[in-house]
């Protein structure tokens, strides 16, 4: 048995500009429907033709990027709104998790707000009464149940709000990023409610961009881009094809955010390679502090660096990396005229701007005897050990004494993601081992 249908769902919202407005809503009634009379430019489709079902007792979950559809979709379940085309059908009670404490009175007291808040829910005066003492206690506000709410603190606001709803003891749960509502023991608490509710076989649909506890909870899972659907079913293939459409996101959002960089400090620059050739003597100067430095570009450019790509394990281009594979560093490098002094070095600076790794060819006593027309020089790294995070690249080609040929500062960008949440900047291999009196289960095979 079904208990949430979605069928052919459409959501279209007016867009409001000052080229069209009402003067009352007689006049507007009068007009026909507002959005049957608009441009197709003064509309906005938040879901298009979206369809899905719900089993009674399973978890189903939602996700997508911010102004995919998820929450809209989510309020039309709930019934908040209507959809413009289609149909959505809930069958049993409705609990919604989405906007908390949305019907609280700040001038009155906690309890006061606790009675009305779940009546508007759907509960009586008696059954608020009997849950009373549990729903203060979840909300761990017992101190203050009496003061009003304007002087709770958000979280303390946003806990009772959560708690009251929970105990609807709803036959369908829907959930819209509500986890942040309090601290870590707190998300514990909610955890373990939703738990409760799926081994009492209650029917939870959850919004989140929380990936981990989609794939920890979720039976089913449903992707929405831009209002349509892009997949569903199994959340571990769901969630990796989602990750999958992110990282690209993310690499082309880098590499935009790269060749703006990288624009402004050729507009800065003094020559054109050849004529810098020729000028070997008028190199820019350096920085007084190099990890102080800010992005830029500076050298003779005798030995110019005319590309950098970062590489995955299949030699691709890319930005986006998994922490623990393999990467390289390629450059384009050319030489003028043969050059026999020449040192190739790479930096790697975390968001912070502090150094995680540094070297070059001549501390690793690579000596370059002769060097000229275009190359290519490749630094491999077998396991990017690196916590989660953005990280930038500094290259250089310069004389062992330092004489900068072409130095690039900061020009160049990648992620490394993790599903492990640690921090630091370098994650080494590593086990953990215990003695026999410590028992231990590994939560990931749960999932």
Not at 57 to 79: C, D, P
Not at 281 to 287: C, D, H, V
Request: with cysteine.
């Amino acid at each position: 048995m079904l208990a949430i249908e979605a069928s052919g769902v459409t959501k279209v919202y007016r867009r409001f500009s000052n080229r069209r407005q009402f003067a009352t809503l007689k006049s507007a009634l009068l007009k026909g429907t507002l959005l049957r009379d608009l441009h197709p430019d003064e509309t906005f489709a938040a879901l298009r033709n979206v369809s899905f079902a719900v089993p009674q007792g399973s978890t189903y979950g939602i996700i997508g990027r911010n102004g995919s559809g998820k929450s809209t979709m989510l309020k039309l379940v709930a019934g908040i709104t209507k959809p413009t085309e289609g149909s959505v059908r809930v069958e049993g009670r409705i609990s919604a998790l989405i906007e908390l404490g949305a019907g609280f009175h700040p001038e009155i007291s906690g309890r006061e707000n606790v009675f009305i808040n779940g009546i508007m829910l759907g509960l009586s005066k008696r059954e608020i009464t009997k849950r009373f003492d549990e729903i203060v206690e979840f909300a761990e506000v017992k101190d203050f149940i009496d003061a009003p709410v304007k002087t709770y603190s958000s979280g303390m606001y946003m806990r009772l709000g959560f708690a009251v709803a929970i105990n609807v003891d709803p036959d369908v749960l829907l959930i819209d990023e509500v986890l942040a509502v309090g601290d870590e023991a707190f998300t514990h608490k909610c955890l373990d409610k939703f738990a409760e509710f799926r081994r009492r076989g209650k029917t939870i649909l959850l919004v989140t961009h929380s990936l981990n506890l989609v794939e920890k909870f979720c039976d089913d899972v449903l992707w929405l881009d831009s209002g349509r659907i892009r997949g569903e079913g199994d959340p571990r293939r769901v969630v990796s094809a989602y990750i999958t459409d992110v990282a690209k996101t993310e690499e082309k959002n880098l590499a935009a955010l790269d060749a703006r960089a990288r624009e402004r400090v050729d507009h800065a620059a003094p020559t054109s390679a050849g004529a810098a050739s020729e000028a070997a003597g008028s190199a820019i100067e350096p920085p007084a502090n190099m990890f102080m430095a800010s992005e830029g570009r500076w050298g003779s450019r005798e030995v110019e660096i005319v590309d950098v790509r970062i590489l995955g394990e299949d030699g691709a281009a890319k930005q986006v990396c998994q922490s623990g594979e393999a990467a390289s560093i390629q450059m384009t490098v050319r030489a003028h005229k043969k050059v026999e002094d020449v040192v190739f070095g790479v930096g790697v600076f975390n968001a912070d701007g502090v150094c995680c790794y540094g070297t070059n060819t001549d501390i690793e006593e690579l000596e370059i005897a002769e060097f000229s027309g275009e190359q290519t020089v490749t630094f491999r790294i077998k396991s990017l050990d690196l916590v989660e995070g953005t990280y930038k690249i500094d290259v250089a080609a310069h004389r062992v004494d330092g004489y900068p040929y072409d130095y690039h500062r900061l020009l160049y960008s990648f992620r490394v993601k993790s599903h492990t949440k640690d921090v630091g900047i370098y994650r080494p291999p590593h086990t953990w081992e215990f003695t026999a009196g410590i028992s231990v289960k590994d939560i990931r095979e749960r999932k």
